[in-house]
């Protein structure tokens, strides 16, 4: 079992930055792929980044290339997302998600443990 919480959201105007952080309890944190979420109203779960068990691998979303960035800590069990240049369309909330295994997937459902969501606002 792995416990997720995020952190870091909050309102910004658009062309600010903010570093989400994402803290892991639980088993090894190590061996898990984890990736970045986010969800607007009404819409569906988005792809937003994920970082491989030893972070030597990334990917994006093609809304997010170029302005945010993932990256992760295995000593302290924390993964980041690094969000710059930020647009009203990223409001959304945010959420960590934890998957075992090497195999990159950007499909939610393939991940198993997910943290309950941090609300990123950018207002115009």
């Known amino acids: 079992q792995v416990h997720l919480v995020e952190s870091g959201g909050g309102l910004v105007q658009a062309g600010a930055s903010l570093r989400l952080s994402c803290a892991a309890s639980?088993?090894?944190?190590?061996?898990?792929?984890m990736g970045w979420f986010r969800q607007a109203p009404g819409q569906e779960r988005e792809f937003v980044a994920l970082i491989s068990w030893s972070g030597g691998r990334t990917y994006y979303g093609d809304s997010v290339k170029g302005r945010l960035t993932i990256s992760r800590d295995n000593a302290k069990n924390t993964m980041y997302l690094q969000m710059n240049s930020l647009k009203p369309e990223d409001t959304a909330v945010y959420y960590c998600a934890a998957r075992v295994g090497t195999v990159v997937v950007t499909t939610s459902t393939m991940y198993t443990y997910w943290g309950q969501g941090t609300q990123v606002t950018v207002s115009s």
């Open positions: 639980g088993r090894t944190f190590s061996g898990y792929t």
